[in-house]
């Protein structure tokens, strides 16, 4: 009896002693993750990036590496200098839809401020309300983009400008009668001797005004750019450990970085679908060059949560599908990585920076709280008075 008794004892006070234990590792690690949080925090929102731990970095992506931070100043081309009337010229431009061939859309049709400068649909339609094959691309912060368009077929932003018009599935008209139609409208005359010095209108002038315009939409300042500017209490843990893992165990900054987040570069980040009815040979279409086949531009991440659906062809939403693909390394079905175009065999071959990320459901939505603090609100646009 008494025996049976001091066994009951030992296995109270062992389960009492192991239960402590687990109970102070658990705080132990509570503290640890906790400490680890804020140190990371300090250092992050030190406004030094020179403090910030080391990211984890691909050798093949250091050549084109800058550090993510804020973005710089806008640098307008000698050759089309800022001014307040060449914007405003520009803004009236890119809201006429005179410059299509229904009269009917405008480049505001598909790049609404409302919409993040974008449409937010997964293709966009133009011209008799016809399918493009891509999705729309914001126009906000282009000025720090080294070319135009998913594939950059666009040298500048002056050139681009007159490939929307020229289009047949967006708005089909040809840039010399588009030019035409405006300058049969009274009302552009002041416009334009305001912006250029005279009168005349030429298709040269209208690209160089919608270029100044499209200059001017910079993202203003992020909870990322305060945050890293010392409002450190700004972010939650979890964006504190988003932006963390973004430039370590996730790797996004071998491609997504500096103030634009993004390297200006073309990649393949596996979405290609060769051989199926979504194809898209991407940036080959440009060079021609077998290397190219599947590249994508690396799109800019701010504003990202604002201008969904997201990808070359919108084929993901919500964002989370996007973490989720690179968590799983990009995975591209075996069907679907090779063609034959015009007769050449092609190959798509993912970029060997993606690699199997392994990230944790948590880890996940703390990547996606991050990519949050990248996006600003809505800014309130007036629209222009059209001449007439
Ligand atoms: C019918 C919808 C539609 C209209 C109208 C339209 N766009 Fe676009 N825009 C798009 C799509 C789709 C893309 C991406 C196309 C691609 O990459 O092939 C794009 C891409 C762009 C880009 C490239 C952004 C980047 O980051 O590379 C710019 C700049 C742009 N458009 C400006 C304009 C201007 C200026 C006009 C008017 C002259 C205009 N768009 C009219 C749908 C449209
Ligand atoms: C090897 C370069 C590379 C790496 C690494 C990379 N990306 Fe990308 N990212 C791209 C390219 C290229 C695209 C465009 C692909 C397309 O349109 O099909 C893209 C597209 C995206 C988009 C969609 C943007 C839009 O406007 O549609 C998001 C979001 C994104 N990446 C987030 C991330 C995150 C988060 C990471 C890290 C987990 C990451 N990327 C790592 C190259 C990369």
Same mark, same amino acid.
């Not at 089309?80 to 061939?101: C, H, Q």
């Not at 139609?181 to 002041?190: F, L, N």
């Given at each position: 009896?008494?025996?049976?008794?001091?066994?009951?004892?030992?296995?109270?006070?062992?389960?009492?002693?192991?239960?402590?234990?687990?109970?102070?590792?658990?705080?132990?690690?509570?503290?640890?993750?906790?400490?680890?949080?804020?140190?990371?925090?300090?250092?992050?929102?030190?406004?030094?990036?020179?403090?910030?731990?080391?990211?984890?970095?691909?050798?093949?992506?250091?050549?084109?590496?800058?550090?993510?931070?804020?973005?710089?100043?806008?640098?307008?081309?000698?050759?089309?200098?800022?001014?307040?009337?060449?914007?405003?010229?520009?803004?009236?431009?890119?809201?006429?839809?005179?410059?299509?061939?229904?009269?009917?859309?405008?480049?505001?049709?598909?790049?609404?401020?409302?919409?993040?400068?974008?449409?937010?649909?997964?293709?966009?339609?133009?011209?008799?309300?016809?399918?493009?094959?891509?999705?729309?691309?914001?126009?906000?912060?282009?000025?720090?983009?080294?070319?135009?368009?998913?594939?950059?077929?666009?040298?500048?932003?002056?050139?681009?400008?007159?490939?929307?018009?020229?289009?047949?599935?967006?708005?089909?008209?040809?840039?010399?009668?588009?030019?035409?139609?405006?300058?049969?409208?009274?009302?552009?005359?002041?416009?334009?001797?305001?912006?250029?010095?005279?009168?005349?209108?030429?298709?040269?002038?209208?690209?160089?005004?919608?270029?100044?315009?499209?200059?001017? $939409?910079? #993202?203003?300042? *992020?909870?990322?750019? &305060? @945050?890293? !500017?010392?409002? =450190?209490?700004?972010?939650?843990?979890? +964006?504190?450990?988003?932006?963390?893992?973004?430039?370590?165990?996730?790797?996004?900054?071998?491609?997504?970085?500096?103030?634009?987040?993004?390297?200006?570069?073309?990649?393949?980040?596996?979405?290609?679908?060769?051989?199926?009815?979504?194809?898209?040979?991407?940036?080959?279409?440009?060079?021609?060059?077998?290397?190219?086949?599947?590249?994508?531009?690396?799109?800019?991440?701010?504003?990202?949560?604002?201008?969904?659906?997201?990808?070359?062809?919108?084929?993901?939403?919500?964002?989370?599908?996007?973490?989720?693909?690179?968590?799983?390394?990009?995975?591209?079905?075996?069907?679907?990585?090779?063609?034959?175009?015009?007769?050449?065999? $092609?190959? #798509?071959?993912? *970029?060997?920076?993606? &690699? @199997?990320? !392994?990230?944790? =459901?948590?880890?996940?939505?703390?990547? +996606?709280?991050?990519?949050?603090?990248?996006?600003?609100?809505?800014?309130?646009?007036?629209?222009?008075?059209?001449?007439?």
């Amino acid at each position: 009896m008494t025996n049976a008794l001091s066994w009951t004892l030992i296995v109270i006070v062992s389960v009492f002693l192991l239960n402590n234990c687990i109970q102070s590792n658990i705080r132990t690690k509570v503290y640890q993750k906790q400490s680890f949080i804020n140190k990371i925090r300090k250092l992050y929102s030190s406004g030094d990036s020179s403090k910030w731990p080391t990211p984890i970095l691909d050798p093949m992506a250091v050549p084109h590496f800058a550090e993510i931070g804020h973005l710089p100043k806008v640098e307008f081309p000698a050759d089309n200098p800022y001014s307040v009337d060449k914007a405003l010229l520009g803004k009236t431009l890119f809201y006429d839809p005179r410059l299509s061939g229904s009269n009917q859309i405008a480049c505001a049709s598909c790049h609404d401020p409302e919409l993040g400068w974008t449409d937010n649909k997964t293709l966009s339609f133009g011209h008799d309300r016809q399918l493009g094959s891509r999705n729309a691309m914001t126009i906000m912060n282009i000025a720090f983009a080294k070319s135009l368009f998913w594939d950059g077929r666009a040298e500048s932003i002056e050139k681009q400008s007159h490939m929307p018009i020229e289009d047949q599935k967006e708005m089909n008209e040809h840039i010399d009668i588009a030019t035409e139609k405006i300058a049969k409208i009274k009302g552009y005359e002041e416009l334009f001797e305001k912006a250029f010095g005279s009168k005349s209108i030429t298709k040269d002038k209208i690209g160089k005004a919608i270029a100044t315009f499209e200059r001017t $939409l910079i #993202s203003p300042q *992020s909870k990322f750019d &305060k @945050f890293i !500017d010392g409002q =450190s209490a700004l972010y939650s843990d979890d +964006e504190v450990i988003g932006l963390h893992l973004f430039r370590t165990k996730a790797q996004c900054m071998n491609c997504h970085n500096s103030g634009y987040f993004s390297n200006n570069q073309f990649e393949n980040d596996g979405t290609s679908l060769l051989g199926s009815k979504q194809q898209d040979l991407g940036r080959y279409l440009v060079t021609k060059d077998p290397k190219d086949v599947g590249k994508f531009r690396v799109p800019s991440l701010r504003e990202v949560t604002r201008t969904g659906p997201w990808m070359h062809n919108g084929a993901f939403t919500p964002l989370r599908d996007v973490l989720t693909f690179y968590s799983n390394g990009n995975p591209e079905p075996p069907k679907k990585k090779s063609t034959v175009h015009e007769g050449v065999n $092609l190959t #798509s071959q993912k *970029s060997e920076m993606l &690699k @199997f990320l !392994d990230l944790s =459901s948590q880890e996940i939505t703390q990547l +996606e709280a991050f990519l949050h603090t990248l996006s600003t609100r809505n800014q309130r646009i007036t629209p222009p008075v059209l001449p007439k």
